[in-house]
């Protein structure tokens, strides 16, 4: 399975982004990291085979992911209200087959760079 994201840019604060991830084949879990220069890659957002999400506290509220799983689709969504500086950092998309997200993905794609200033 292939994932490609796009969707990232520069913004400035308080402004909006929304990311994209098409995966290229059947998927579970899919989720949201993102990784800031000088700082471990942290997870943002998953969302299960069966819709439920979750979020970091430092997005919640501003942020919303979300799936298309219709006509054999497997896209992945990251919208974002809000923004603030500290959001940026180089954001990857993630998946499993699980349909449980048990924090382990064995896709990921290339990372899209989300700029706030």
């Known amino acids: 399975v292939q994932l490609v994201e796009s969707g990232g840019g520069s913004v400035q604060a308080g402004g909006s982004l929304r990311l994209s991830c098409t995966a290229s084949?059947?998927?579970?879990?899919m989720a949201w990291f993102r990784q800031a220069p000088g700082h471990e890659r942290e997870g943002v957002a998953t969302?299960?085979?069966?819709?439920?999400?979750?979020?970091i506290d430092a997005v919640r509220g501003r942020f919303t992911v979300s799936q298309d799983l219709s006509n054999h689709k497997y896209i992945l969504y990251l919208q974002m209200n809000s923004l603030k500086p500290e959001d940026t950092a180089m954001y990857y998309c993630?998946?499993?087959?699980?349909?449980?997200?048990?924090?382990?993905?064995?896709?990921w794609g290339q990372g899209t760079q989300v700029t706030v200033s």
């Open positions: 993630a998946a499993d087959r699980q349909p449980y997200c048990r924090g382990t993905y064995a896709y």
């Open positions: 084949g059947y998927i579970g879990c």
């Open positions: 969302i299960d085979g069966y819709s439920s999400t979750t979020y």
